[in-house]
């Protein structure tokens, strides 16, 4: 079974493997300060859905609150010490 892997920008994306979904660094705005999305859409509430979700480190791109609270609760969160 191949691994599927869709990119939603700036450093999040889904990974799905085997029926296991990942979700990296979740951003769901069209900005955030200074940054701002240059291509595609805001992600759709389908991206959110994930079995876990990686957060790289702790810049606020990276770790970005409101978006965090758009998973389902229950989502497992492995973050940096």
Same mark, same amino acid.
């Given at each position: 079974?191949? *691994?599927?892997?869709?990119?939603?920008?700036?450093?999040?994306?889904?990974?799905?493997d085997s029926g296991v979904r990942v979700l990296t660094d979740p951003l769901f705005t069209r900005r955030l300060?200074?940054?701002?999305?240059?291509?595609?859409? *805001?992600p759709p509430p389908r991206a959110a859905a994930a079995r876990a979700v990686l957060v790289s480190h702790l810049h606020a791109d990276h770790l970005h609150l409101p978006s965090l609270a758009r998973l389902a609760p229950g989502t497992t969160l492995i973050v940096p010490r």
């Amino acid at each position: 079974m191949p *691994v599927d892997v869709t990119w939603w920008g700036h450093a999040t994306c889904t990974v799905e493997d085997s029926g296991v979904r990942v979700l990296t660094d979740p951003l769901f705005t069209r900005r955030l300060a200074h940054l701002r999305r240059r291509r595609g859409a *805001v992600p759709p509430p389908r991206a959110a859905a994930a079995r876990a979700v990686l957060v790289s480190h702790l810049h606020a791109d990276h770790l970005h609150l409101p978006s965090l609270a758009r998973l389902a609760p229950g989502t497992t969160l492995i973050v940096p010490r």
